[in-house]
């Protein structure tokens, strides 16, 4: 048996000792028939045996109140159990006091009452009655009433107040019923209900109504406790007493009848009444005996009672009967001179505890009296009531309790050390007003116990502040500053990160530098290591996803001390460290209180994250590495956050205004941004799926003006091949041009979306742009249709006019120089390139006889120079679109390229009329580098011109070798002896016209300047392999001999190309050519 169950079975002997003694001294009668002038006879053993359990507990306080509490629900749940005749059978499995109880003699409610008022029981008691139903709690306090008010004492008087005040506080601190109470609330709706009772009980309990359980005529706990009160006034005979009585009463009423809605006080003024009630308390108690912890919590119970609308709805008692009740008693207790002080210059808590009720009741009732209608007989009677508590407010007219700021700090030191209730509500007032109130070193230390109380957004930024002036005023006082600071830190790195985030965001507004930037150097000593050691963990630590949350942490720590050096940081790893942009994008993307600002392009609302990255694009994008590292950051900060409601911690509003538009221009050879980053982010920007309402984001960053720029950056586009001056930026590159067209296009349609939504609103600015780009070549104008819509024409040189039939309302001519008479073919072959709409009315709109010869073989003569004339300056995109137009011509019979035996050495026995499209294409190719080649059009390009050439060329014969496997692939493939004819014949077809490819190929080789176009070299190949390929498939379709010729034929063609590395690559390749059949 372990001690504590040993003391258990000791304190139960000893009670049953005590009652057993008691029952004794009542014979020949017993304790169940007790009466209350008896008590003193035979109470002693009982007394002596309660105060041997509970006043000598050698373990805990809490432990002594346990007792307590035990031994009134033991009683209790005996009296219930004796009154409702419990059937034992059922008794002795479900009453868990069924043994203590039942070793103890019976018993009646004078035995409870009278041990609640002799040994101060009345707060366990109140307790226990707030754990019954309405009804019989009014009729539990009745029998209590009937006990007290019977022969009654000032004992009896005090312990009525005394439950009447606890039952007013209700649970106060105390969140959760504790198991004591669940066991009596179980029991008690067990005894009360007739399935727990014997059968004839039953009968009885159901049928009596006069039994001691069933509930009373009245259940207003009001009017019970005012009713007592008035029998027992009599009975009172000091002013503590009678201060106490008619504070009560007011709380009463006024919690009652005057609000219905707790008044929430300032924490300052609680604290306030706290103090007060601490320093009276602590001058009239003795100092051994005085618990500061526990002052506080009853304090503080008392004032949130006499704030809080009572839990007892009055049902029996008027507002005006009550006011008349506490009248009548006020003026019995004044001819009695009881209340009168008699040191007006040393209250006690009781006075201090009436004068305020007395001025609470006062107001709200002048306040009623104004705002509600009366008769004559109530405003004369709330007239009287006023006046006789006016009057006993006057005789109250005490000083108030002298305290200081100190005495203030100290109570609130305890509050919150302890945890008592309502401390969260004077946390903030200690971080700030009452900082000043303790020793520096007192006030740190109560923060560093209890950092977790201060753990609010609110209470930190207050902290900053009274750390930022305590850093102004106490200038010797560097040690305790910065450990006040560490432990500011310390408290703000344990936020939730939404408050984290709060608090950052409100950071930036009072600084960008954070801590940094408003306090001493001294103070801050050493952040320049802590950001490195955070950021050396991070990035040595990697992305795993279970160390973002210790990164995010790490992040909004060192930001909180510094935002604008950890933004910095953050873009400089991001650019110098492979990979850490990743990385770094999701750490700030958690950290939405660093964006600061607003997104804008007027000048001074960029966000400090942006002008950090404006600082890192100007130092440090030294290579094309950091530059793409740069712009995949950018991209990511970009991207909508989901737990942001689909904001982004970047908005591509500010990307524009800050990388691009400062830095967009013709000649932006010298700018931060280059023109491929500029229009790289500005396609990012497009790219991003953001579901914005009208108007779109672009429209805030000079919609116009950009567009405008954009199209003269394109109209120097045509000067691509030119080389520029000494000094000058280079020209746009092609790729640059491709990029170019594509965030043209994406803006012009965001643009046209709004303009055609308020035409009137964008009409001066749409005029505006016409107007701006009408200098320019007319094909970037086409570019701008998206935009304005049906506002203008689409304006081309005249001399398309001749050779397109277009409707005049839509389309209108230009005299331009450089488009004299028979260049309409020429810009035929423009208008076909910029765009698939366009492409598709040329080809339907083209004028030309197929019935006359003469004009078929212009417009094919005239075409092969238009073609050569527009190839080189095409991008990939629009080179595709003229292929495509070419194919359209050549499938409708309007092209003519006639085919040469040039590369033939005998004349092939094949049908090659399902493959005239990808010859005529082929020949027709060679035709125009063969002239582009010649000896007057050699000069246009340099040599990345003649790469790009090769390149286009390049791809136009991959289009012509997939079309070519797709129509292999269409071919039967069962074995049918007709169809595996038919197959071999059309796999002979397919390498006839390979060959063919690889001979055009070389001789363009051969032809262009250098002669070592890598994109031609690769593509003869690519043409090897697809031979090959389809040798390896149908090796019936050539006989040995017959690649044998083949392989020669290739070598020779090949011999003629200058560089020995290609010729030897392509030998090898076409040495492995071979046949099976």
Same mark, same amino acid.
């Not at 209590?144 to 312990?159: F, G, I, K, M, P």
């Given at each position: 048996?372990?001690? !504590?169950?040993?003391?258990?079975?000791?304190?139960?002997?000893?009670?049953?000792?005590?009652?057993?003694?008691?029952?004794?001294?009542?014979?020949?009668?017993?304790?169940?028939?007790?009466?209350?002038?008896?008590?003193?006879?035979?109470?002693?053993?009982?007394? @002596?045996? %309660?105060?041997?359990?509970?006043?000598?507990?050698?373990?805990?306080?809490?432990?002594?109140?346990?007792?307590?509490?035990?031994?009134?629900?033991?009683?209790?749940?005996?009296?219930?159990?004796?009154?409702?005749?419990?059937?034992?059978?059922?008794?002795?499995?479900?009453?868990?006091?069924?043994?203590?109880?039942?070793?103890?003699?019976?018993?009646?409610?004078?035995?409870?009452?009278?041990?609640?008022?002799?040994?101060?029981?009345?707060?366990?008691? +109140?307790?226990?009655?707030?754990?019954?139903?309405? #009804?019989?709690?009014?009729?539990?306090?009745?029998?209590?009433?009937?006990?007290?008010?019977?022969?009654?004492?000032?004992?009896?008087?005090?312990?009525?107040?005394?439950?009447?005040?606890?039952?007013?506080?209700?649970?106060?601190?105390?969140?959760?019923?504790?198991?004591?109470?669940?066991?009596?609330?179980? @029991?008690?709706?067990?005894?009360?209900?007739?399935?727990?009772?014997?059968?004839?009980?039953?009968?009885?309990?159901?049928?009596?109504?006069?039994?001691?359980?069933?509930?009373?005529?009245?259940?207003?706990?009001?009017?019970?406790?005012?009713?007592?009160?008035?029998?027992?006034?009599?009975?009172?005979?000091?002013?503590?007493?009678?201060?106490?009585?008619?504070?009560?009463?007011?709380?009463?009423?006024?919690?009652?009848?005057?609000?219905?809605?707790?008044?929430?006080?300032?924490?300052?003024?609680?604290?306030?009444?706290?103090?007060?009630?601490?320093?009276?308390?602590?001058?009239?108690?003795?100092?051994?005996?005085?618990?500061?912890?526990?002052?506080?919590?009853?304090?503080?119970?008392?004032?949130? +009672?006499?704030?809080?609308?009572?839990?007892?709805?009055?049902?029996?008692?008027?507002?005006?009967?009550?006011?008349?009740?506490?009248? =009548?008693?006020?003026?019995?207790?004044?001819?009695?001179?009881?209340?009168?002080?008699?040191?007006?210059?040393?209250?006690?808590?009781?006075?201090?505890?009436?004068?305020?009720?007395?001025?609470?009741?006062?107001?709200?009732?002048?306040?009623?009296?104004?705002?509600?209608?009366?008769?004559?007989?109530?405003?004369?009677? /709330?007239?009287?009531?006023?006046?006789?508590?006016?009057?006993?407010?006057?005789?109250?007219?005490?000083?108030?309790?002298?305290?200081?700021?100190?005495?203030?700090?100290?109570?609130?030191?305890?509050?919150?050390?302890?945890?008592?209730?309502?401390?969260?509500?004077?946390?903030?007032?200690?971080?700030?007003?009452?900082?000043?109130?303790?020793? *520096?070193?007192?006030?740190?230390?109560?923060?560093?116990?209890?950092?977790?109380?201060? @753990?609010?957004?609110?209470?930190?930024?207050?902290?900053?502040?009274?750390?930022? $002036?305590?850093?102004?005023?106490?200038? &010797?006082?560097?040690?305790?500053?910065?450990?006040?600071?560490?432990?500011?830190?310390?408290?703000?790195?344990? /936020?939730?990160?939404?408050?984290?985030?709060?608090?950052?965001?409100?950071?930036?507004?009072?600084?960008?530098?954070?801590?940094?930037?408003?306090?001493?150097?001294?103070?801050?000593?050493?952040?320049?290591?802590?950001?490195? *050691?955070?950021?050396?963990?991070?990035?040595?630590?990697?992305?795993?996803?279970?160390?973002?949350?210790?990164?995010?942490?790490?992040?909004?720590?060192?930001?909180?001390?510094?935002?604008?050096?950890?933004?910095?940081?953050?873009?400089?790893?991001?650019?110098?460290?492979?990979?850490?942009?990743?990385?770094?994008?999701?750490?700030?993307?958690? /950290?939405?209180?660093?964006?600061?600002?607003?997104?804008?392009?007027?000048?001074?609302?960029?966000?400090?994250?942006?002008?950090?990255?404006?600082?890192?694009?100007?130092?440090?994008?030294?290579?094309?590495?950091?530059?793409?590292?740069?712009?995949?950051?950018?991209?990511?900060?970009?991207?909508?956050?989901?737990?942001?409601?689909?904001? #982004?911690?970047?908005?591509?509003?500010?990307? %524009?205004?800050?990388?691009?538009?400062?830095?967009?221009?013709?000649?932006?050879?010298?700018?931060?941004?280059?023109?491929?980053?500029?229009?790289?982010?500005?396609?990012?920007?497009?790219?991003?799926?953001?579901? !914005?309402?009208?108007?779109?984001?672009?429209?805030?960053?000079?919609?116009?003006?950009?567009?405008?720029?954009?199209?003269?950056?394109?109209?120097?586009?045509?000067?691509?091949?030119?080389?520029?001056?000494?000094?000058?930026?280079?020209?746009?590159?092609?790729?640059?041009?491709?990029?170019?067209?594509?965030?043209?296009?994406?803006?012009?349609?965001?643009?046209?979306?709004?303009?055609?939504?308020?035409?009137?609103?964008?009409?001066?600015?749409?005029?505006?742009?016409?107007?701006?780009?009408?200098?320019?070549?007319?094909?970037?104008?086409?570019?701008?249709?998206?935009?304005?819509?049906?506002?203008?024409?689409?304006?081309?040189?005249?001399?398309?006019?001749?050779?397109?039939?277009?409707?005049? =309302?839509?389309?209108?001519?230009?005299?331009?120089?450089?488009?004299?008479?028979?260049?309409?073919?020429?810009?035929?072959?423009?208008?076909?390139?910029?765009?698939? &709409?366009?492409?598709?009315?040329?080809?339907?709109?083209?004028?030309?006889?197929?019935?006359?010869?003469?004009?078929?073989?212009?417009?094919?003569?005239?075409?092969?120079?238009?073609?050569? @004339?527009?190839?080189?300056?095409?991008?990939?995109?629009?080179?595709?679109?003229?292929?495509?137009?070419?194919?359209?011509?050549?499938?409708?019979?309007?092209?003519?390229?006639?085919?040469?035996?040039?590369?033939? !050495?005998?004349?092939? /026995?094949?049908?090659?009329?399902?493959?005239?499209?990808?010859?005529?294409?082929?020949?027709?190719?060679?035709?125009?580098?063969?002239?582009?080649?010649?000896?007057?059009?050699?000069?246009?390009?340099?040599?990345?011109?003649?790469?790009?050439?090769?390149?286009?060329?390049? #791809?136009?014969?991959?289009?012509?070798?997939?079309?070519?496997?797709?129509?292999?692939? =269409?071919?039967?493939?069962?074995?049918?002896?007709?169809?595996?004819?038919?197959? $071999?014949?059309?796999?002979?077809? %397919?390498?006839? %016209?390979?060959? =063919?490819?690889?001979?055009?190929?070389?001789?363009?080789?051969?032809? *262009?300047?250098?002669?070592?176009?890598?994109?031609?070299?690769?593509?003869?190949?690519?043409?090897?392999?697809?031979?090959?390929?389809?040798?390896?498939?149908?090796?019936?379709?050539?006989?040995?001999?017959?690649?044998?010729?083949?392989?020669?034929?290739?070598?020779?063609?090949?011999?003629?190309?200058?560089?020995?590395?290609?010729?030897?690559?392509?030998?090898?390749?076409?040495?492995?050519?071979?046949? $099976?059949?």
């Amino acid at each position: 048996m372990n001690q !504590d169950s040993w003391l258990s079975c000791e304190k139960t002997a000893v009670l049953q000792g005590g009652f057993l003694l008691a029952n004794r001294l009542c014979q020949p009668a017993s304790l169940s028939a007790l009466q209350k002038e008896d008590w003193s006879k035979v109470g002693h053993p009982i007394l @002596q045996a %309660v105060r041997e359990i509970c006043g000598q507990e050698r373990g805990s306080c809490l432990s002594s109140v346990r007792w307590k509490k035990k031994i009134i629900c033991v009683l209790w749940s005996k009296l219930l159990g004796r009154e409702s005749e419990e059937d034992m059978e059922i008794g002795w499995r479900e009453n868990p006091f069924f043994s203590l109880q039942n070793s103890l003699p019976d018993i009646n409610r004078t035995v409870m009452f009278e041990l609640v008022k002799l040994k101060g029981f009345s707060q366990i008691y +109140a307790q226990l009655l707030l754990c019954l139903p309405s #009804s019989h709690l009014s009729s539990e306090l009745e029998k209590l009433v009937q006990h007290v008010t019977r022969n009654s004492t000032e004992e009896d008087v005090r312990v009525l107040l005394e439950v009447w005040w606890e039952l007013w506080k209700g649970r106060g601190g105390r969140q959760e019923e504790d198991d004591l109470d669940k066991v009596f609330t179980n @029991q008690w709706t067990r005894l009360t209900n007739t399935t727990g009772l014997s059968p004839q009980a039953a009968k009885r309990f159901k049928s009596d109504p006069d039994t001691p359980t069933s509930p009373p005529s009245t259940t207003d706990v009001l009017s019970i406790l005012f009713h007592a009160l008035g029998e027992m006034k009599e009975h009172l005979s000091t002013s503590d007493l009678c201060y106490r009585a008619l504070s009560n009463c007011l709380d009463s009423l006024y919690t009652s009848h005057l609000i219905d809605q707790a008044i929430i006080l300032p924490a300052e003024v609680q604290l306030q009444s706290l103090t007060s009630t601490v320093i009276v308390r602590k001058r009239h108690a003795e100092i051994e005996k005085f618990d500061l912890v526990q002052v506080i919590s009853e304090a503080h119970s008392d004032l949130k +009672a006499a704030h809080t609308p009572s839990q007892f709805k009055p049902c029996g008692m008027t507002l005006m009967q009550a006011l008349q009740t506490v009248s =009548q008693l006020t003026q019995a207790w004044e001819k009695r001179g009881l209340l009168e002080m008699t040191d007006s210059g040393d209250p006690g808590v009781l006075a201090l505890r009436l004068k305020s009720c007395l001025a609470r009741v006062l107001e709200s009732l002048e306040e009623r009296s104004m705002s509600e209608t009366m008769d004559e007989g109530e405003r004369q009677t /709330l007239n009287n009531v006023q006046s006789t508590f006016r009057g006993l407010l006057g005789s109250l007219s005490f000083p108030d309790t002298e305290h200081n700021t100190g005495e203030m700090a100290h109570i609130a030191v305890a509050i919150i050390n302890h945890r008592l209730e309502g401390f969260q509500d004077f946390t903030l007032l200690f971080a700030t007003e009452l900082s000043w109130s303790l020793s *520096m070193e007192e006030w740190i230390s109560c923060l560093e116990r209890n950092k977790t109380a201060f @753990q609010r957004k609110d209470i930190v930024m207050k902290l900053v502040s009274t750390l930022m $002036t305590k850093c102004q005023i106490d200038t &010797e006082e560097v040690e305790h500053c910065r450990k006040l600071k560490d432990i500011i830190v310390n408290i703000f790195t344990e /936020l939730p990160l939404a408050e984290k985030n709060t608090t950052l965001a409100e950071m930036l507004t009072c600084s960008k530098k954070g801590l940094q930037g408003s306090l001493p150097l001294a103070v801050t000593e050493g952040f320049s290591e802590e950001l490195n *050691m955070a950021f050396n963990c991070i990035i040595q630590g990697g992305a795993a996803q279970n160390n973002l949350s210790l990164a995010v942490a790490a992040i909004a720590r060192v930001a909180f001390q510094n935002p604008e050096a950890t933004l910095r940081r953050c873009c400089h790893l991001a650019v110098v460290n492979h990979g850490a942009h990743s990385l770094l994008s999701k750490i700030l993307q958690q /950290l939405s209180g660093l964006r600061g600002g607003a997104p804008g392009c007027t000048e001074g609302t960029g966000s400090l994250l942006c002008s950090c990255l404006q600082d890192t694009a100007m130092t440090k994008l030294s290579s094309a590495k950091e530059e793409d590292q740069f712009l995949h950051f950018l991209v990511a900060l970009m991207q909508p956050i989901i737990s942001e409601s689909g904001q #982004s911690f970047l908005h591509p509003e500010e990307v %524009v205004c800050a990388f691009v538009l400062p830095h967009l221009s013709p000649s932006s050879g010298s700018s931060t941004c280059s023109l491929e980053l500029c229009l790289r982010l500005l396609h990012s920007a497009f790219s991003l799926d953001f579901q !914005d309402a009208s108007p779109h984001w672009v429209m805030n960053c000079s919609p116009f003006p950009l567009l405008c720029v954009l199209c003269q950056i394109l109209n120097e586009g045509g000067r691509c091949w030119e080389l520029p001056a000494e000094g000058a930026p280079r020209h746009l590159s092609m790729e640059s041009k491709v990029l170019l067209v594509t965030v043209l296009t994406a803006l012009g349609k965001v643009v046209g979306r709004e303009v055609a939504s308020a035409p009137n609103t964008w009409s001066r600015a749409l005029f505006w742009l016409y107007n701006k780009v009408e200098a320019l070549d007319w094909t970037v104008r086409f570019h701008l249709k998206v935009v304005w819509g049906d506002h203008f024409k689409n304006e081309v040189p005249f001399s398309l006019l001749a050779v397109c039939e277009l409707p005049e =309302q839509e389309w209108s001519g230009l005299k331009l120089a450089q488009y004299g008479q028979g260049t309409g073919l020429l810009v035929w072959m423009e208008c076909c390139a910029v765009s698939d &709409e366009i492409q598709d009315i040329m080809l339907t709109s083209l004028v030309l006889d197929q019935h006359r010869p003469d004009d078929v073989n212009m417009f094919s003569k005239g075409l092969l120079v238009a073609v050569t @004339q527009t190839l080189p300056w095409c991008t990939i995109t629009e080179w595709g679109r003229l292929l495509r137009a070419m194919r359209e011509l050549l499938r409708s019979g309007r092209l003519h390229v006639p085919y040469s035996l040039e590369y033939v !050495d005998f004349l092939p /026995l094949l049908d090659l009329r399902a493959f005239s499209c990808e010859l005529g294409l082929s020949v027709l190719l060679l035709r125009v580098l063969q002239l582009l080649c010649g000896s007057s059009c050699k000069d246009w390009l340099p040599g990345q011109g003649w790469a790009h050439v090769g390149r286009l060329y390049a #791809s136009a014969m991959r289009e012509v070798i997939d079309s070519l496997r797709g129509k292999l692939s =269409q071919s039967p493939s069962n074995k049918d002896p007709k169809e595996r004819a038919a197959m $071999t014949t059309a796999s002979q077809e %397919v390498l006839f %016209v390979l060959s =063919q490819l690889f001979c055009h190929v070389q001789h363009i080789q051969v032809m *262009m300047p250098g002669g070592q176009c890598e994109s031609l070299f690769l593509c003869a190949l690519e043409i090897l392999t697809h031979y090959e390929a389809v040798l390896a498939a149908h090796p019936s379709s050539s006989s040995h001999l017959e690649t044998e010729n083949t392989r020669h034929f290739f070598t020779t063609i090949t011999d003629n190309l200058d560089s020995a590395e290609m010729k030897a690559v392509l030998h090898q390749k076409i040495a492995q050519l071979s046949s $099976t059949g």
